[in-house]
DNA sequence: ACTCGTCTTGTTGTGCACAACATGGCATGG
DNA sequence: CCATGCCATGTTGTGCACAACAAGACGAGT
């Protein structure tokens, strides 16, 4: 019989989706800033294997937007125009309202704990700011907020936009030296006007309530430009 | 200096591109129905390369949902259960409302061109029905009618919706024998109602028709199931 | 007759060596 | 001094051989 062990080797494409998470969280997070040259050779190295698994992921990565590799010079993180970023920011407003509307389900429990965990880390950030860590709970927060629509392939839709734009929200907020506890209050009371609304079971609310803070980081973003 | 030839080799970039693009069209077409197996020594040798370049190829297609790569066993075309389809053409529909909404375009004269050129393609297609053809065709018309909105983003994620749609629907038309000549009448309404629309540079409703036809579309399909 | 283990076969995944390509430095001729 | 062509260097792209893996065939043991 095959008996499930917990040593069980990571397959390959546990491995794959493995370095394909971690890079792409090091992009939208800025370990990586906008037109860093990502070495294959060194990438390859860090994890323990060679070129060719490695450039699979970052086919991937291309094919979401995050790189782009170009013959005989290098693979880099992409930037974006402002005209490309308006629009991507603007189609993710409508998408997030979508999310209330298709196939809104029910907080599940756990997903709750895990709101109200965030909620409390990001209220005990307000004391120390740190701009990483602030992104950090800031996507945990919006990739979770995305479960609360059933329609899958539109929550696939809406995390990959997130994760285009994540990248350049946080570059422009540290190169106009936002302040970054501002950014984290109005992140906490985001959260508490959200969990408020879900709380009552008006998911619908809780959309739109992302939406308008959508649309405002956008403008902040703006104005700082 | 560097003169620009008109026999340049491709690029690798273009192969790709062009690799690429082929099996996408294949597979939406049913040439290769849901559940086929893809070799890659075959297809390698098809297009005159190794499999080295062609996995990149199928690496982007597995990333786009189109196919699924299982080791040690085959790469397969995706078939998609009852739920996921219904929830990717709910999201479909609005998705194709927003066209006319964000960034609406007054149509190109060259894809005015194009569009009345399908026109008539497909009134012609009425005498003599293809299924084939008409998935062509509808293809075709689906890809040109997005470039009705400026907001790229919109645009692309429209297209891979509908690329993950297509071949779903056409196979359900050919398994349930559904009339081809019926479908492609109501085709050729659904273009003419969409041109009067945009002659008069009524976006927004032009994008609303398309909506109620994929609507249609999708009850129709259901009601055969 | 049935079960289990083994072997064979065919597939995708990986590693490595080399080709194709772009870039910058450098020498050379004007 | 400058322009230009060449070359060295480093990068991504490709081809090929082999490893990892899954599924079915087959036969020995019960």
């Given at each position: 019989m095959n008996f499930a062990t917990d040593d069980m080797l990571p397959s390959a494409r546990d491995r794959f989706e493995r370095m394909y998470s971690i890079l792409r969280t090091r992009i939208c997070l800025l370990d990586y800033p906008p037109g860093t040259r990502l070495s294959e050779e060194a990438l390859a190295a860090e994890f323990g294997t060679s070129r060719t698994p490695l450039r699979r992921v970052l086919v991937r990565l291309e094919g979401e937007g995050l790189v782009q590799s170009v013959h005989g010079v290098g693979t880099f993180v992409t930037d974006a125009d402002f005209t490309e970023l308006e629009q991507t920011y603007q189609l993710r407003?409508?998408?997030?309202?979508?999310?209330?509307?298709?196939?809104?389900?029910?907080?599940?429990?756990?997903?709750?704990?895990?709101?109200e965990a965030l909620s409390a880390e990001v209220h005990a950030l307000a004391d120390t700011p740190d701009a990483r860590r602030f992104g950090e709970l800031n996507m945990e927060f919006v990739l979770t907020f995305h479960r609360i629509s059933g329609n899958v392939p539109l929550r696939d839709i809406c995390d990959r936009l997130f994760f285009q734009t994540a990248r350049i929200w946080l570059k422009s907020m540290a190169a106009a030296r936002i302040d970054v506890a501002a950014e984290v209050r109005i992140f906490a009371d985001e959260i508490d006007e959200c969990?408020?609304?879900?709380?009552?079971?008006?998911?619908?609310?809780?959309?739109?309530?992302?939406?308008?803070h959508i649309s405002m980081s956008f403008v902040r973003m703006r104005q700082v430009w």
């Amino acid at each position: 019989m095959n008996f499930a062990t917990d040593d069980m080797l990571p397959s390959a494409r546990d491995r794959f989706e493995r370095m394909y998470s971690i890079l792409r969280t090091r992009i939208c997070l800025l370990d990586y800033p906008p037109g860093t040259r990502l070495s294959e050779e060194a990438l390859a190295a860090e994890f323990g294997t060679s070129r060719t698994p490695l450039r699979r992921v970052l086919v991937r990565l291309e094919g979401e937007g995050l790189v782009q590799s170009v013959h005989g010079v290098g693979t880099f993180v992409t930037d974006a125009d402002f005209t490309e970023l308006e629009q991507t920011y603007q189609l993710r407003m409508e998408l997030t309202e979508l999310l209330g509307i298709l196939g809104p389900k029910p907080p599940d429990p756990a997903l709750w704990e895990r709101l109200e965990a965030l909620s409390a880390e990001v209220h005990a950030l307000a004391d120390t700011p740190d701009a990483r860590r602030f992104g950090e709970l800031n996507m945990e927060f919006v990739l979770t907020f995305h479960r609360i629509s059933g329609n899958v392939p539109l929550r696939d839709i809406c995390d990959r936009l997130f994760f285009q734009t994540a990248r350049i929200w946080l570059k422009s907020m540290a190169a106009a030296r936002i302040d970054v506890a501002a950014e984290v209050r109005i992140f906490a009371d985001e959260i508490d006007e959200c969990l408020r609304a879900l709380a009552i079971g008006d998911v619908r609310s809780a959309a739109l309530i992302q939406r308008t803070h959508i649309s405002m980081s956008f403008v902040r973003m703006r104005q700082v430009w």
